[in-house]
Structure formats: structure tokens, C-alpha cells
């Protein structure tokens, strides 16, 4: 699948529940309306439509939400994908998460073929990474870390910047990633759905961030490359790597290789634009998946060259109307 701009589309990220047992302020109001089950696609859809974008060229697949994990049943959507792995076709099978559920499905993850997964922390801090989350609990979490390192899942932990609540810990959770030997990647907040707080409060550009990590450690620029947005930095003194996803301070669509498929089959080609593409219907229009190709080489067409997030006083309302957790982050 090639772009309008030329950009080959190898890299599906899918949102299999808009449902979280967080509300991360940043994220979700605290009062979500979440979509009725009928809404959604089925485990058997899913996998459909995954197999079809891998048929279509899709190398890198990643389960996303919501909360990934919270899906009923999620194991067997992974284990049928994973035969893909098995044949080649697909390169890396993946998850983000926000760590919860690990200690439960580390083991059976590990064994169906990913390798790798990211888990998002922004604080090390119990009490904080309580008001954060709103209903998480860190002991869970680091239970889940430990499980998937047992397992001998590579572990990425994703850290959003936040002014005035992580930004004086990010040092210390450098240290402590990559003492773990986990990476670290640090993300920008974007604005993405209507939320209680203000995202001008919120956000703390990644630049001014490196500037000050550059105070205390030595970062070295790696051609490091994982599929994502991330650009990546050696950390001399750690020995750890340093993931940047700076989508206000350095916009990266250049180089954007992805698009996103919803729990209800709509598919977006950029995370920060409006338009999308409904699957479900050529989905369950026909058993063969000749619409269906049809309806994602239209799509594909018309992936944007880019967002244009905005993140100031002058400019109240977020870029797009859903949250992170529709179209998966
Ligand atoms: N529940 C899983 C998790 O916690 O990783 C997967 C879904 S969550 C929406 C994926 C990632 O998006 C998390 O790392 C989260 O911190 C990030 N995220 C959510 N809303 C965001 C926003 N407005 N700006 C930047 N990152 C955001």
C-alpha cells in the first residue's frame, strides 16, 4: 500500500476496545461514554481485517485501545494473528498496554511470538501515578513488568511529558528504565478529545526536556528504529536508549508509515485528522474480501500528509474531537 506522498503503509495499529481500567487525566474524562458492545467488531472481524492489511503488505501489527487486555477474550485474537508470524508475513506482533493485566498474560504473550511490548508509566510515584491514572494501582503495574521480564518480553516503557507533575522525574525514570533494562520513550501530550484539564497546563514540549536531560547525561543521536515515530538516543552513562515522539515540537509525517483501525472498523490514516473510512460495512457486506480490499485501496488514497496539532491558549478545542483511546495510541 503506497500513500499519495509515496509513504509505503506497513504498520496497523488496532484499537480492539475503546474501554480502560484507567482514566488517565490526559487521556480520557473522567466520565467516559464508551460505545455499546453491539458497536463493536467481533474477535473473528478483527482478525479478518487484520489478516486482510496483512495481505495487503503489513508487516508490524499493534494491539492497542483502550485497554488492550480488558477485552474479553483478547488471547485469541492474539494467538490467531500470531500465524502470521509463523509464516512470515508479518513481522512483529506487539502491544501497548498500560501494564495491569501483564502479570495474568505475560507468560502466554511471550509464547505466542511477541517479543516486545511497550507499557505506559509517566510516574514512579504510587500516589501520583494514582491522580494520573485516576483508578490505577502501581503495585499491579510493577507486578506486570516483572511478570513480562520473566517471561523474556523486551519491555518499552512510554512516559507522557507533563508540565508540572512528571517533568522533575523524568531523570530518575531514565535511570531506573535502563536500569532495568527496559527503553525509554518520552511522548508529547497531543490534543486529542475533550478532557477536564487544561492541555495548555499540561504540555511540556520534549525539547525543553532534552536540553535539561543533556545537563546530566550524554546524548548520542542513533539511526535506532522501531517502525514508530520515536527518534532515539544513546544514553552514555545508563548504556540504555532514549525514545523522542515530538509531534508538536518536530512533526515527523514525513516519515509516517501507519494507520489505525477502531474496535468498530473505521479506519483512520492519520491520528490527527477527521476523516476515516468505515470497513465494517464492506467487511460484512460479502464473505469474500474483494470490497473489502477495494474499500481499504481508497482509504489508503487518501492519507493526509500530515496533522497540524496545536497546543495554546488561543486555540481552546482539541485538534480532533475522540480521545487517544478511540483511535489507539
Ligand atoms: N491502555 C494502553 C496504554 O495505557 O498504553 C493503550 C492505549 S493508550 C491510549 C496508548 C498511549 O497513548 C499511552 O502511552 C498513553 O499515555 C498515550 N496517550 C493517551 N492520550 C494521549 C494524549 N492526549 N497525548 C499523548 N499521548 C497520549
Same mark, same amino acid.
Given at each position: 500500500m503506497i500513500d499519495p506522498f509515496g509513504r509505503h503503509v506497513t504498520y496497523l495499529r488496532v484499537s480492539v476496545t475503546d474501554r480502560c481500567d484507567f482514566r488517565c487525566v490526559y487521556c480520557m474524562s473522567e466520565h467516559m461514554t464508551f460505545l455499546p458492545k453491539a458497536e463493536l467488531l467481533t474477535l473473528e472481524e478483527l482478525d479478518r481485517l487484520c489478516s486482510a492489511f496483512v495481505d495487503r503488505g503489513v508487516k508490524k501489527l499493534r494491539i492497542t485501545g483502550g485497554e488492550p487486555l480488558v477485552r474479553k477474550n483478547?488471547?485469541?485474537? #492474539? /494467538?490467531?494473528?500470531?500465524?502470521? #508470524? @509463523?509464516?512470515?508475513?508479518?513481522?512483529? #506482533? !506487539?502491544?501497548?498496554t498500560n501494564g495491569s493485566?501483564?502479570?495474568?498474560?505475560?507468560?502466554?504473550?511471550?509464547?505466542?511470538?511477541?517479543? /516486545?511490548?511497550?507499557?505506559?508509566? =509517566?510516574? #514512579?510515584?504510587?500516589? +501520583?501515578?494514582?491522580?494520573? !491514572?485516576?483508578? *490505577?494501582?502501581?503495585? +499491579?503495574?510493577?507486578?506486570?513488568?516483572?511478570?513480562?521480564?520473566?517471561?523474556?518480553?523486551a519491555i518499552k516503557i512510554n512516559a507522557v511529558a507533563? +508540565?508540572?507533575?512528571?517533568?522533575d522525574e523524568i531523570a530518575d525514570m531514565?535511570?531506573?528504565?535502563?536500569?532495568?533494562?527496559?527503553? &525509554?520513550?518520552?511522548?508529547?501530550?497531543?490534543?486529542?478529545?475533550?478532557?477536564?484539564?487544561d492541555r495548555t497546563d499540561q504540555y511540556l514540549p520534549l525539547s525543553i526536556?532534552?536540553?535539561?536531560?543533556?545537563?546530566?547525561?550524554?546524548?548520542? =543521536?542513533?539511526?535506532?528504529? !522501531?517502525? *514508530?515515530?520515536? /527518534?532515539?538516543?544513546?544514553v552514555k552513562e545508563t548504556? *540504555? /536508549?532514549?525514545?523522542?515522539?515530538?509531534? &508538536?515540537?518536530?512533526n515527523f509525517c514525513e516519515s509516517c508509515n501507519r494507520v489505525r483501525l477502531t474496535c468498530t472498523?473505521?479506519?483512520?490514516?492519520?491520528? @490527527?485528522?477527521?476523516?476515516?473510512a468505515d470497513l465494517r460495512a464492506p &467487511?460484512?457486506?460479502?464473505?469474500? =474480501?474483494?470490497?473489502l480490499h477495494a474499500a481499504i485501496t481508497e482509504a489508503i488514497s487518501r492519507k493526509p500528509k500530515g496533522h497540524d496539532f496545536v497546543i495554546d491558549r488561543r486555540s481552546a478545542r482539541p485538534a480532533v474531537g475522540r480521545h487517544m483511546s478511540v483511535t489507539g495510541g
Open positions: 483478547i488471547m485469541w485474537l #492474539l /494467538r490467531q494473528l500470531s500465524r502470521h #508470524l @509463523g509464516t512470515g508475513a508479518l513481522d512483529e #506482533l !506487539t502491544l501497548t493485566q501483564l502479570a495474568r498474560y505475560a507468560d502466554e504473550l511471550a509464547a505466542i511470538g511477541v517479543k /516486545r511490548i511497550n507499557v505506559s508509566i =509517566d510516574t #514512579l510515584d504510587p500516589e +501520583k501515578f494514582r491522580k494520573i !491514572t485516576r483508578w *490505577g494501582d502501581f503495585a +499491579k503495574v510493577e507486578a506486570g513488568l516483572k511478570a513480562a521480564q520473566k517471561a523474556g518480553l507533563l +508540565k508540572g507533575v512528571n517533568e531514565l535511570t531506573w528504565a535502563h536500569g532495568q533494562g527496559m527503553d &525509554l520513550t518520552l511522548i508529547e501530550t497531543m490534543p486529542l478529545g475533550e478532557i477536564e484539564d526536556v532534552r536540553a535539561r536531560l543533556m545537563d546530566r547525561f550524554t546524548l548520542q =543521536d542513533i539511526p535506532y528504529k !522501531t517502525g *514508530g515515530p520515536a /527518534r532515539y538516543v544513546q548504556g *540504555g /536508549r532514549l525514545g523522542f515522539i515530538t509531534p &508538536l515540537t518536530h472498523g473505521t479506519l483512520y490514516m492519520c491520528l @490527527g485528522q477527521e476523516d476515516a &467487511l460484512r457486506a460479502n464473505v469474500s =474480501d474483494d470490497a
